[in-house]
């Protein structure tokens, strides 16, 4: 369910920036602010904050939020162990007390009840009330909240309410353009740039078809999926549909079209 990252400076995650956001990210930190990050899925959120995390010399501790995760999930709860029943605590109560950076991925999968337990902790209090061993864990300096979603692919039923979006700064991210994308995919793929350039152009193609015929678009991981296994001796053509079409739809019909549409830019 969760995971740390520890590594600093020079063995931070490669991550180049698109804009103010790294800037946006140390002073959230600096100011003890809680950061949420907006965006369409595979466009370098996640790799964005492991990157932060080891600039700043902070473990980070990442949760995958989905449809059954609880605040007990994340704060923790008794289990028994050795015929002896112990407090275990969750990934936010560690990051809590080691001054971490906590990272919540897809923020608004998660139960309601994890917003009620994330709003002591994003406002001026910076606390965590555990109920169950009645402890009030105040957050110290190093701890820093971060919370990610898409916001142009969850429906009505999943987003987050205004009072709970208000708690945090925020910093949008989309696609890189293409002069920042295929030199990211170049060096991540070890294809060359001038084959890269062409899966980038094609990807940005299928991407204006979000909201047509796809619910998503091609995500920067997918290009890089693509140019792994081009680089690696597959065919252009094999790799385009297992990396970049398969991936966005189960629909034949669909395929077919996004496979002409291949034809027409690549040749």
């Not at 899966?199 to 193609?205: I, P, Y």
Request: hydrophobic letters at 40%; proline letters at 5%.
């Amino acid at each position: 369910m969760d995971g740390t990252f520890t590594t600093k400076g020079a063995d931070a995650p490669f991550y180049l920036a698109q804009g103010h956001e790294c800037e946006i990210f140390a002073a959230a930190y600096a100011n003890r602010l809680p950061l949420l990050l907006k965006g369409p899925t595979g466009c370098g959120k996640t790799r964005f904050v492991a990157h932060m995390a080891a600039r700043l010399g902070r473990p980070l501790y990442t949760v995958a939020c989905h449809d059954d995760l609880s605040a007990a999930d994340l704060i923790g709860r008794y289990l028994l162990k050795g015929g002896e029943t112990v407090w275990v605590d969750g990934p936010l109560t560690r990051a809590v007390r080691e001054g971490a950076i906590c990272y919540l991925d897809e923020v608004v999968e998660a139960r309601k009840d994890v917003a009620v337990v994330l709003h002591p902790l994003t406002d001026d209090r910076r606390i965590l009330p555990i109920d169950r061993t009645g402890e009030e864990l105040a957050a110290p300096e190093g701890f820093m909240l971060v919370a990610s979603y898409n916001p142009g692919y969850q429906n009505i039923l999943k987003t987050l309410k205004p009072s709970t979006r208000q708690r945090f700064l925020s910093v949008e991210f989309t696609f890189p353009k293409p002069e920042h994308e295929i030199p990211v995919v170049a060096r991540e793929s070890g294809l060359d740039e001038d084959r890269v350039a062409l899966l980038v152009r094609l990807a940005n193609k299928l991407r204006g078809l979000k909201g047509q015929d796809l619910e998503e678009g091609v995500s920067t991981r997918l290009v890089v999926y693509a140019a792994t296994l081009i680089a690696g001796g597959m065919d252009f053509t094999r790799a385009i549909r297992a990396a970049m079409i398969e991936p966005l739809t189960d629909d034949a019909d669909i395929r077919k079209g996004l496979s002409d549409l291949v034809v027409a830019v690549a040749g």
